[in-house]
């Protein structure tokens, strides 16, 4: 099975802020990768697929890029309605993984 | 619009079974492979299991095979999973999602596009 490995687990930040979430994987996976923003009591919601392309109606802040085993996910300035947990997911096999996620709190 | 409404969640003492349901509708159910994702209280999302859009393949992850079964009825939109022998660690919100083919770059990639909004199973004495 391919692993996930998010970094970092918790971040802080303030409003304004560019941040930066990266996600590992234990074998290469082309750009079969997605990212996935979710909040408490709700169900995840898609950001970008294909590592580096934005969901319709996401805000174009939001992007990612990467190939094979290391991705990024960048907020370039982060909004109060971004104070979320991202999870990264592998859609090259299955199981179809997810990272352990990265919860983003306001600092 | 594309919406996925999950039902069947509830208390169960362990070694029991559960069936979940989800109901699609504002979409073609049959041309499209459909997920069960959990997420234990307090922790991760975990992938449980796919069912191809016809039904004639699925897969599961190794934690729930021999005692998850997914299925589907396409000719009433509805998503199934059953689930027997439940464990303590089964108790999750379970959320069912559409696969959805894109194409970029020339290569289909694919995601997961739309999401229900979860049934809460417990497992507990």
């Known amino acids: 099975d391919i692993q996930l490995t998010q970094s970092p687990s918790f971040l802080s930040a303030s409003v304004a802020d560019r941040v930066t979430i990266t996600c590992r994987a234990s074998q290469g996976i082309s750009s079969y990768l997605a990212w996935y923003q979710q909040k408490p009591g709700k169900a995840p919601k898609l950001l970008i697929y294909a590592a580096s392309t934005l969901q319709s109606g996401v805000p174009s802040r939001f992007s990612g890029s990467g190939s094979g085993t290391e991705f990024t996910l960048t907020i370039s300035s982060l909004q109060p309605e971004d104070f979320a947990t991202y999870y990264c997911?592998?859609?090259?096999?299955?199981?179809?993984?997810f990272g352990q996620g990265t919860k983003v709190e306001i600092k | 619009q594309v919406q996925l409404v999950e039902s069947g969640g509830g208390v169960v003492q362990p070694g029991r079974s559960l069936r979940l349901s989800c109901a699609a509708s504002g979409f073609t159910f049959s041309s499209y492979a459909i997920h069960w994702v959990r997420q234990a209280p307090g922790k991760g999302l975990e992938w449980v299991a796919v069912i191809s859009y016809d039904g004639s393949n699925k897969f599961y992850v190794d934690s729930v095979k021999g005692r998850f079964t997914i299925s589907r009825d396409n000719s009433e939109n509805t998503l199934y999973l059953q689930m027997n022998s439940l464990r303590a660690e089964d108790t999750a919100v379970y959320y069912c999602a559409r696969e959805y083919g894109f194409m970029v770059r020339g290569v289909i990639s694919y995601t997961f596009d739309s999401w229900g909004q979860g049934t809460l199973v417990t497992v507990s004495t």
């Open positions: 997911q592998q859609l090259n096999s299955y199981p179809r993984t």
